[in-house]
DNA sequence: CAAATGATTCGCT
DNA sequence: GCGAATCATTTGG
């Protein structure tokens, strides 16, 4: 499996948001290999984006990695209990990102049943195996993706993306999701996910 | 089945 | 203080 190159990371975030759709979220834990398939995404479009963090040129602690270098994570804890986990796009200075909402279990799903839901996959309900990771909150527990992942390179090796040989699919686009608050930008079409897979989280 | 609700912490005003 | 790029659970039809 080939990692994506920093330059991968360093273009529109639209584009990038769809070419992430099929790579593979690989995060190396406790000895561990945790594996799976980004199915689902949303571009966040930085200063002219009412949805995004960064919306006007926002520049607090929070954000501040969105500022920075192509290929990086921004993590943000949200709602007193959950982690979203994006990726940063654009040249630094340029704060946009990509958000992953969902993930198909490739590798290590076992331990991720476990961080899920403290048992063990073959013991999973049909139910629980398709809610292992199948929204952006979700992800990152099974994943387990936090706070101190914020800010991770991921052109090194221990949380990173790869390329998947040979894969097909189509990519369906659609309304972002949660965010009311954002005006005329919440009916942009800015999320991605690929037809038919069963982890994306909204249809 | 869909819709409403509670959980629970952090970052910003 | 308030509200958030969410989710599991409960409630009602």
Same mark, same amino acid.
């Given at each position: ?68 270098? &192509? ?33 198909? &279990? ?6 991720? #049943? ?23 909150g979700k992800l990152c527990r099974a994943l387990v993706i936090d706070k101190s992942c914020n800010g991770t390179d991921l052109c090194g090796n ?14 369906? #686009? ?30």
């Open positions: 499996m080939k990692k994506l190159s920093r330059e991968f990371y360093n273009r529109d975030s639209i584009l990038v948001a769809q070419d992430l759709l099929g790579k593979v979220l690989v995060h190396q834990v406790g000895g561990q290999r945790l594996a799976a398939r980004i199915v689902e995404t949303e571009a966040y479009m930085g200063v002219i984006d009412k949805a995004a963090h960064s919306y006007g040129g926002r520049r607090t602690a929070r954000v501040e990695v969105m500022y920075g270098k &192509p290929g990086l994570t921004y993590v943000f804890f949200i709602y007193g209990m959950y982690h979203c986990f994006n990726v940063v796009t654009r040249e630094e200075g340029n704060p946009q990102a990509v958000l992953v909402r969902a993930l198909e &279990p490739v590798e290590g799903m076992d331990q991720m #049943a476990l961080n899920r839901f403290v048992k063990p996959y073959e013991q999973l309900s049909k139910a629980q195996v398709k809610g292992l990771t199948n929204g952006p221990t949380l990173y993306l790869a390329e998947r040989p040979a894969d097909s699919f189509e990519i369906v #686009a659609a309304k972002r999701i949660g965010i009311d608050y954002a005006e005329e930008a919440k009916d942009y079409l800015w999320r991605f996910y690929i037809k038919g897979n069963p982890y994306v989280s909204v249809k």
